[in-house]
T-cell receptor, first 130, second 107 residues
Framework: QVQMQESGPGLVKPSQTLSLTCSVS??????????WTWIRQPPGGGLEWIGY???????YYNPSLKSRVTISLDTSDTHFFLSLTSVTAADTAVYFC??????????????????????WGHGTLITVSS | EIQMTQSPSSLSASVGDRVSITCRAN??????LNWYQQRPGKAPKLLIH???NLQSGVPSRFSGRGSGTDFTLTISSLQPEDFTTYFC?????????FGRGTKLEIK
């Protein structure tokens, strides 16, 4: 059973860098063709996709955060990371890590995949405050 | 960026009712649409992927349909544990985007 767990500081001061770790168990990051993802949710708000990383190192970030975000992998193949620089109060949110898993389907003779977030961590609340 | 418009934002219903939630994309996303359920203080849970495919372990009272720009999540007979919040999400392109959510409340 695949499980994911976020860890982080809880409280970050404005202008500092937020660093989070996602620990993956029950599989290795390189064993599936998934995208390892960070998503956040402000208190009482909706879900915002931050970005993802593939085990081959390819990354894609939300353009709204791209200048401040870095997602990276650990060589242990069981952790990936989020770094968000120059945080403000607007970055206060619950941060989730999730697996974006490809579900294969066929359209005639063409093989396609639809990705969905099938495994999530419990989330960690990050508050930006002095 | 693909915009997802979900409606209604809230819905009152009773146990046993049949309810539907809609999600509209601002461009054709074929069937690259997923639905999630989120209980308070918990992570979202995948219900439906590819617009109509029930995720393993999800009760059959949940169903999804649609393609192109218009999608629907239907719960055929509401159970007490279904009164919570639902989100749609497109996986056609990046950035991935979500609807704003529908809160299902007990009437």
């Amino acid at each position: 059973q695949v499980q994911m767990q976020e860890s982080g500081p809880g409280l970050v001061k404005p202008s500092q860098t937020l660093s989070l770790t996602c620990s993956v168990s029950g599989t290795s990051i390189s064993s599936t063709n998934s995208y390892w993802t960070w998503i956040r949710q402000p208190p009482g708000g909706g879900l915002e996709w931050i970005g993802y990383i593939h085990y081959n190192g390819n990354t894609y970030y939300n353009p709204s955060l791209k200048s401040r975000v870095t997602i990276s992998l650990d060589t242990s193949d069981t952790h990936f990371f989020l770094s968000l620089t120059s945080v403000t109060a607007a970055d206060t949110a619950v941060y989730f890590c999730a697996r974006d898993h490809p579900y294969i389907f066929w359209s005639g003779s063409y093989r396609n995949s639809n990705d969905a977030f099938d495994v999530w961590g419990h989330g960690t609340l990050i508050t930006v405050s002095s | 960026e693909i915009q997802m418009t979900q409606s209604p934002s809230s819905l009152s219903a009773s146990v046993g009712d049949r309810v539907s939630i809609t999600c509209r994309a601002n461009q054709d996303i074929r069937t690259f649409l997923n639905w999630y359920q989120q209980r308070p203080g918990k992570a979202p849970k995948l219900l439906i992927h590819g617009a109509s495919n029930l995720q393993s372990g999800v009760p059959s009272r949940f169903s999804g349909r649609g393609s192109g720009t218009d999608f629907t999540l239907t719960i055929s007979s509401l159970q007490p544990e279904d009164f919570t919040t639902y989100f749609c999400q497109q996986s056609f392109g990046t950035p991935r985007t979500f609807g704003r959510g529908t809160k299902l409340e007990i009437k």
